[in-house]
């Protein structure tokens, strides 16, 4: 066989007609999607990605630099024992929003949706500025968080819609720049709000942001518009898949993220919250597959191999992710008697040379139009990376912890947007936003669970652990307070105490461990194909940019 035919069988198993199709499942029939994508000369483009980029850089910043000042705010508000959910509030919302919006951006069109979220998130965080009980700090954070479900997910989805996954990396280095920028600054502007006593500022300071993006957005996004009446728009939504989803979501999330710190695992709240959460997935995922006509989540896409990994990874990479960004400054700070604001900056040894590492693994895949080396080698150095976080003791010095960090650093640069790639190079053309925003929910909702499993595995190993000589009542206040209580112990007991955290933190170790091993287990099934080719309507007219782009936006759109 030719290289030429061999090219042409590998391309045939992942083409998939640039043009949106019906498709049949029993006797339903899918709604008819307007394709997005569009190519645009190198300024446009990089035009484009500085508008994402300064959005995605404001979503960062916002949730590294309230979780930072969250101690603060919780004593000045009167929210002190319950000041986690604020976290909780913008995670629950964050995540129920991911499938919509993702499906929405399909229907309404990219920048409209991605505005439509700015504004929430703008929106959430003025009104958290006034707020004067924890009750309301929590609902104003929860709206904060129905727009950043929104803008990572969307953002990422306009980057698959202006260039071919072929191209992608070549550019990706100017998105990890803002994602690394944004969760840098975040925890310092955070802290030094927290430390003036100006932390309302924190959430007001993004508004005017939000507004300028907003307006910068309108101007510099010259995406295809989405053509059709508003009435056709509105009733090609899937109104019974959001709010069984945003329903099953919450019931959920609340729970589990609750329980075992907020209230018992046993109490009836959590068991009727868990079970009727349960049943409403269910009833999402038998609507998604009988009912929906543009659901949003098609269930079809499992029946790819490849998504069906990568979703599963995705899980696992949010149970380990969130897992470190929370456990790794409670080493530093529990065992290792660091400060708050010093741990946090050393974690930025664990974050910021993702960005380099993703940029290098993009231009890997761009230049050898192959992306499971990239995951299969990332998986196993992030497995690494994990593994040595066992051996980790209170004796260890500073450079040997970060050198350990920087190993896991280089596992997660390579996998993040490289599955993300593998999933597309496999999917329809027409689902560049339901696999974008479906890999946020899965991993978003990992990041949830591997946090509420982690907390229990740590504190029923610390609470074992914990000095003999120790009364029940002092073993629970070391649990729910952390070092606050170190100064009145002696130093025998202290000693033991940060034996006691460091065997706990160790166990949470082994866990990520694991995942990070069936990541790379699951990789070496991942499927490699050719990257299709752009259909001819989208190559570039570079005689006319203007009037290319206008053509390209009064295309035609087929009927259902």
């Not at 994402?52 to 850089?57: E, N």
């Not at 993300?420 to 949830?448: E, H, Q, Y």
Request: net charge positive; with cysteine.
């Amino acid at each position: 066989m030719s290289e030429k035919a061999s090219e042409d069988s590998l391309t045939t198993i992942a083409e998939v007609t640039a043009q949106p199709l019906n498709e049949t499942d029993g006797k339903r029939k899918e709604v008819v999607l307007q394709d997005q994508a569009i190519r645009l000369p190198l300024h446009r483009l990089l035009l484009i990605y500085f508008g994402i980029g300064l959005a995605l850089f404001l979503s960062f910043l916002d949730q590294t630099s309230v979780s930072t000042a969250a101690p603060v705010i919780g004593g000045d508000i009167g929210g002190s024992d319950s000041i986690s959910w604020l976290g909780t509030a913008f995670l629950v919302a964050n995540c129920a929003m991911h499938l919509v919006y993702g499906r929405l951006s399909d229907i309404f069109g990219r920048k409209q949706m991605l505005q439509v979220a700015l504004l929430f998130l703008g929106v959430g965080n003025l009104l958290c500025g006034f707020a004067k009980t924890p009750v309301q700090l929590y609902v104003f954070r929860a709206i904060s968080g129905l727009g950043g479900g929104g803008v990572n997910g969307i953002a990422m989805t306009v980057v698959s819609d202006v260039v071919s996954l072929k191209d992608r990396g070549k550019y990706q280095g100017l998105i990890s720049a803002a994602c690394s920028l944004g969760s840098a600054v975040g925890p310092f502007v955070g802290g030094g709000l927290a430390t003036a006593g100006q932390w309302r500022w924190l959430f007001w300071m993004s508004c005017p942001l939000s507004v300028l993006i907003i307006i910068g957005t309108h101007y510099i996004l010259p995406l295809k518009p989405v053509t059709g009446s508003v009435k056709v728009k509105l009733l090609q939504i899937d109104y019974m898949g959001i709010v069984l989803s945003a329903g099953a979501t919450v019931l959920l999330l609340v729970p589990i993220s609750g329980g075992g710190s907020t209230f018992p695992w046993h109490s009836p709240e959590v068991i009727a919250l868990l079970v009727v959460g349960a049943v409403m997935m269910i009833a999402f995922l038998g609507c998604e597959w009988k009912f929906a006509r543009l659901p949003i989540l098609p269930l079809r896409l499992f029946k790819t191999p490849t998504v069906s990994i990568v979703l599963a990874q995705s899980f696992l990479v949010g149970v380990i992710y969130y897992g470190n960004i929370f456990y790794v400054p409670m080493f530093f700070q529990y065992v290792k008697g660091y400060s708050a604001l010093k741990s946090g900056a050393l974690v930025l040894a664990y974050t910021l040379p993702q960005s380099v590492w993703g940029i290098l693994s993009g231009q890997i895949i761009s230049r050898t139009n192959q992306y499971k080396a990239v995951i299969i080698f990332g998986s196993a150095i992030w497995t690494l990376g994990a593994g040595l976080q066992i051996m980790w003791t209170p004796d260890w010095s500073l450079g040997k912890l970060i050198g350990v960090l920087e190993i896991s650093s280089i596992g997660v640069g390579c996998c993040l947007q490289s599955t993300l790639v593998a999933m597309m190079a496999v999917a329809p053309d027409k689902d560049r936003a339901v696999i974008t925003s479906s890999r946020n929910f899965f991993r978003t909702i990992g990041g949830a669970f591997g946090l509420a499993v982690a907390n229990a595995i740590f504190n029923n190993t610390v609470s074992s652990e914990l000095p003999a000589a120790l009364t029940a009542e002092k073993k629970d206040e070391i649990l729910r307070s952390t070092i606050s209580f170190m100064g009145d112990l002696s130093a025998q007991l202290q000693i033991e105490v940060i034996l006691a955290y460091a065997h706990g933190l160790r166990t949470c170790y082994i866990v990520f461990t694991a995942g990070s091993g069936v990541c790379f287990l699951l990789s070496l099934f991942i499927k490699e194909v050719i990257f299709r080719k752009d259909p001819p309507e989208l190559k570039r007219k570079p005689q006319d940019d203007t009037v290319a782009l206008e053509e390209q936006a009064a295309a035609p759109v087929p009927r259902t």
